[in-house]
C-alpha cells in the first residue's frame, strides 16, 4: 500500500476518531502519538500538538527537574524531603504522611512513579525549589531547554490548574529526554509496585506486566483531561514512546497505546516520516475541559487504577480483529486505536503479571525508616485511644444527665396531685352540715400544684385550707346556746328569793 493511501486512511480515521468519549465531544480529537524514541521519527500522530491538561503524567517533569539537579550536584538521592502542613492537604492520590514526615528524594522518586502522590510531589516541589513556584519556573525553564514548545507549568503534580497545559508532542519529546538523559533511572519508571511497610501498592501504569516489552512511563487522570498516558516499550533492541490523552477510561487508554505500540513496532521510521521538531503547531488556542463528558454525575466517578483492563478479551477480541482485518488493508491495530468507546467495549488486555514490589520507607534508610514508622504507629494508636476514651466518657456523661433528668421528672411526678384536665385550681370542700343560725360555711382550697400561682391565690377571698378545718366553726356552742334562751325568764322570779330558796331551785333543777 502506497503512503497515499496510508495516509489518506489515517486521516479519515482521525475524523471518524474526533468523538471522544463515545461521541460527547464534538469538536475535539483526542490526542494520539508513536514516535522512534532513537531517531525522534513519528510513526502516527494525531492532534499531537493540541493543548491539553496533563493531569500526573505532570510528574514526570518533576522528575526530569530533579534528576538533573542530582545531575548537577545540587542535592543527591539520599537528600532528605521534608512534608510541610501544605503538602499534607493535598487531595489524593497521596501517601497521608503527616507534617513533619521526612524521606529520601530516592524513595519520593518512586512514590510519585508508581503511587502519583500529591502530596510527596508537592513536597519535592517546595523543597527542591524553595516554593512551588520557584519549582514551577524550574520546570518552564528545563522544558523550554529540551524543546518542549506547548507546555506551561505551576505545579509539580499536576492537579487541576487551568494555566497549566501540554500537548502529546511535548510529552514525547520529554519521555524521550528522560531515556537519554538520565540512562541510569530508566528504572524509575518501570517499577510494578511498591511496598511502604505492610502496604503494597501497584503502578497505576495498567499497560506493564500486561503488554509484552511495557518498561515505563507514566499515567494521568483528571476529570478535565480525561485518562492520559506516557508509554514506551521495548522490542529486539527498538524502543518506542506512544503518547494517548482525553480517553474516557484507564481501559481504553491503555488498550489504545497497546494497539499503537503493536502499530509502531511492525512500521520502520522511513526518510519521509517526520520529526517530533517538524511537527506542525497547532491551531487551538486553549485545552478542551473534558470534565462534563469523562465525570458525568450520573456514573460512578471513574479513577486511573489500570485495574479495568484486567480481563482479557477472548473471543470477542479475535472476532474484532478479524472483523477490521477483513475491512481494511491498514494495520488493524491502528484501527483498533482510532476507534471510539463502543467498538472498544469487548477489549481488555490480559491479566497482569505478579507484582515486584520494592520497598521504599520514611527517614534516611531503612531501619530509621522502620522506628519511624514504629513510632508512628503507636502514635496512632494511643490517639485512636485517647478518642475511644474520651467517647466513652462523653457517653457515660449523656447517660448520667439522661438518668438524672429522668429521676427528676420522676419525682415531680409523684409529689404532684393527679388533678382531672377538666378542674379547676381551687374546689369547695363542705366540712360539716350547717346548722340553723350557724354562720356560713367558708370554700376550703385545694393545690393544684406544689406551688400555685400567686396572682390566683390572691384572687381568691378564702382563707387557707388548713385553718378552715379546725374546730372552731363546726363547736357546738351555738346549737347548745339557742335552747338554752328561755333560762332568762324563769330567772327573773328567782332573782328576788333569798338564799335558801336559791338553793332548793337548784337542786330541783339538778333533778329535772
Not at 157 to 174: I, K
Not at 374 to 399: G, I, P, S, V
Request: charged share 20%.
Amino acid at each position: 500500500m502506497t503512503n497515499r493511501l496510508l495516509s489518506r486512511f489515517v486521516l479519515g480515521l482521525a475524523a471518524s476518531a474526533a468523538l471522544v468519549a463515545g461521541g460527547a465531544a464534538h469538536a475535539v480529537t483526542a490526542p494520539m502519538l508513536v514516535v522512534d524514541v532513537d531517531s525522534g521519527k513519528v510513526l502516527h500522530a494525531q492532534a499531537a500538538t493540541d493543548p491539553w491538561f496533563p493531569a500526573s503524567i505532570t510528574k514526570l517533569m518533576t522528575a526530569y527537574v530533579a534528576l538533573d539537579m542530582v545531575r548537577q550536584g545540587k542535592v543527591s538521592l539520599d537528600s532528605l524531603i521534608t512534608i510541610s502542613a501544605e503538602a499534607a492537604s493535598e487531595p489524593p492520590s497521596k501517601m497521608g504522611f503527616k507534617p513533619g514526615t521526612q524521606l529520601t528524594l530516592d524513595n519520593a522518586l518512586k512514590i510519585i512513579m508508581v503511587k502519583s502522590a500529591n502530596d510527596v510531589a508537592h513536597a519535592i516541589g517546595e523543597n527542591l525549589g524553595g516554593s512551588i513556584e520557584g519549582f514551577s519556573a524550574m520546570m518552564n525553564e528545563a522544558s523550554a531547554r529540551i524543546g518542549m514548545r506547548e507546555s506551561r507549568w505551576t505545579n509539580p503534580h499536576g492537579l487541576p490548574d487551568s494555566r497549566q497545559y501540554t500537548s502529546a508532542r511535548d510529552m514525547a519529546v520529554l519521555g524521550r529526554a528522560l531515556t537519554r538523559d538520565f540512562p541510569n533511572s530508566h528504572q524509575l519508571f518501570s517499577i510494578s509496585a511498591i511496598q511502604f511497610g505492610r502496604s503494597v501498592m501497584a503502578n497505576h501504569n495498567g499497560l506493564l506486566g500486561r503488554y509484552a516489552g511495557a518498561d515505563g512511563m507514566k499515567t494521568g487522570f483528571i476529570c478535565s483531561g480525561g485518562f492520559n498516558v506516557v508509554a514506551s516499550a521495548t522490542r529486539n533492541g527498538r524502543r518506542i514512546i506512544t503518547v494517548v490523552m482525553g480517553q474516557p477510561s484507564a481501559r481504553e487508554r491503555d488498550i489504545k497505546a497497546a494497539d499503537l505500540f503493536d502499530y509502531g513496532f511492525a512500521q520502520s521510521a522511513g526518510w519521509t516520516a517526520p520529526t517530533l521538531e517538524g511537527l506542525p503547531g497547532s491551531g487551538v488556542s486553549a485545552p478542551p475541559d473534558m470534565r462534563p463528558y469523562i465525570c458525568d454525575k450520573r456514573r460512578p466517578m471513574p479513577v486511573d487504577s489500570g485495574q479495568g483492563a484486567v480481563v482479557a478479551g477472548g473471543n470477542a477480541d479475535q472476532a474484532n480483529t478479524q472483523l477490521m482485518a477483513a475491512a481494511s488493508p491498514l494495520p488493524s491495530a491502528l484501527a483498533f486505536a482510532t476507534m471510539n468507546s463502543a467498538a472498544l467495549r469487548n477489549r481488555a488486555l490480559p491479566p497482569r503479571a505478579p507484582l515486584q514490589p520494592i520497598p521504599v520507607w520514611i527517614g534516611r534508610d531503612a531501619a530509621e525508616g522502620a522506628l519511624a514508622m514504629q513510632a508512628q504507629d503507636d502514635e496512632e494508636k494511643a490517639e485512636k485511644a485517647a478518642a475511644r476514651t474520651a467517647k466513652m466518657e462523653a457517653a457515660k456523661a449523656a447517660r448520667e444527665a439522661k438518668a438524672a433528668r429522668n429521676k427528676n421528672a420522676t419525682a415531680a411526678t409523684k409529689t404532684r396531685p393527679a388533678t382531672p384536665a377538666s378542674a379547676t385550681a381551687y374546689t369547695s370542700v363542705e366540712t360539716s352540715p350547717v346548722l340553723a343560725g350557724a354562720p356560713a360555711q367558708k370554700l376550703t382550697s385545694t393545690k393544684a400544684t406544689p406551688k400555685p400561682n400567686p396572682a390566683s391565690v390572691k384572687a381568691q377571698t378564702v382563707k387557707p385550707a388548713a385553718k378552715p378545718v379546725a374546730a372552731k366553726p363546726v363547736a357546738a356552742k351555738p346549737v347548745a346556746a339557742k335552747p338554752v334562751a328561755a333560762k332568762p325568764v324563769a330567772a327573773k322570779p328567782v332573782a328576788n328569793k333569798p338564799p335558801a330558796a336559791k338553793a332548793a331551785a337548784r337542786r330541783t333543777s339538778a333533778q329535772d
